[in-house]
């Protein structure tokens, strides 16, 4: 027993014998943490380990701008062709002395005013002759005809003129609210008178005695009558 004990003590004494406590050294570079530990061997002579620092390299950076947005081109845009419209308004020349003979709105055609084809339907804006009959308050049907200048070499005997009507077709003419209308009173001069007025009392003025026909020139703006000339036809 006493022989056992004395080999452990002496492999102890042995062993403290040859390590000696070691010392360290911390370091700190670019944020990394190096600990340096010496250590001291007896009987040995050992190295000092020594651990590399750890030296991170980061590459550099490289910032590469986004594209721009592509460009989007305004929209073109293509002004409107200007249209000029000009604007025609048909009225008695001389309200003061109206005319039997308005002039002629058509080259080539020997008719006084629009002339007489306007063709089907509502009777268009010009100047038109025929005969009103049916006179209401806000309209008239109208029998449109030709009047034609006399042939040459007429007297003021012969007529007027030359009226012709090939088509007894009636159309329904409304009538402007502020319609007048041009008649003849006995000593032969020229009455200005509102539509108004004259619906009630048609056949007033122009030598008429009651049942007189209704020959007139109608002046059409807008498809309304806006003025209306009586005209006496032997």
């Excluded at 006084?112 to 002759?129: M, V």
């Excluded at 020229?190 to 056949?203: G, K, L, R, V």
């Amino acid at each position: 027993m006493r022989r056992w004990m004395s080999l452990v003590v002496g492999i102890a004494l042995v062993v403290a014998g040859c390590t000696s406590a070691g010392t360290s050294e911390t370091t700190v570079v670019d944020g990394v943490e190096t600990t340096v530990i010496e250590t001291t061997v007896v009987p040995m002579t050992v190295a000092p380990v020594t651990t590399l620092p750890t030296t991170t390299t980061s590459g550099p950076t490289t910032t590469v701008a986004a594209p721009p947005p592509p460009t989007t081109a305004a929209p073109t845009t293509t002004a409107a062709p200007t249209t000029t419209t000009i604007a025609t308004v048909y009225k008695v020349a001389d309200t003061d002395n109206p005319t039997y003979y308005p002039v002629r709105l058509h080259d080539g055609i020997n008719l006084y005013g629009s002339g007489c084809t306007p063709g089907p339907g509502p009777l268009p804006d010009g100047i038109w002759f025929g005969e009103i009959v049916n006179v209401g308050l806000t309209s008239f049907d109208f029998d449109l005809m030709c009047f034609a200048p006399n042939p040459p070499g007429s007297t003021e005997e012969d007529g007027i003129g030359d009226i012709t009507n090939s088509n007894p077709a009636l159309r329904t003419v409304p009538v402007n609210i502020s319609a007048h209308v041009y008649v003849l009173d006995a000593a032969m001069n020229w009455m200005d008178m509102a539509y108004e007025i004259w619906s009630a009392f048609p056949t007033l003025g122009n030598g008429c005695i009651g049942g007189c026909q209704l020959d007139s020139w109608v002046y059409v703006n807008g498809g309304e009558a806006t003025e209306i000339t009586m005209v006496w036809t032997p």
